[in-house]
């Protein structure tokens, strides 16, 4: 049987930050330069940073972090950003990229 590249299967669950990603509303997308900070949340979790790129080419920064209310892993920040300049040459873009459905990255004159 064959699989499209990024692809889930049953057997790989979402991750939570997945599940975050897809809650604020994006379907197709890909997560890049995700990041522990040292620091961990009461389900044991470490807390991260990164960013995730959709598949119209919007970037967004995130930090993970705990709800009380929810006992849940949530998005503490989540903002869209631009892009940087120096992440078109950087493999793990261009891999975010491919998994939202993107061409590769074309530098943008300055």
Known sequence: MATKHGARTDSLPESPIERLVRERGLRRFGLFFVTGEGEYLPNGDEEKSG???DDQG???SFWTGWDQTQQAVVFSEWEPVATEAEWFDVAEFER???A???GPARRVAS
């Open 51 to 53: 960013y995730a790129i």
């Open 58 to 60: 919007q970037t967004y």
């Open 96 to 98: 975010a990229r491919a």
């Open 100 to 102: 939202a459905g993107l």
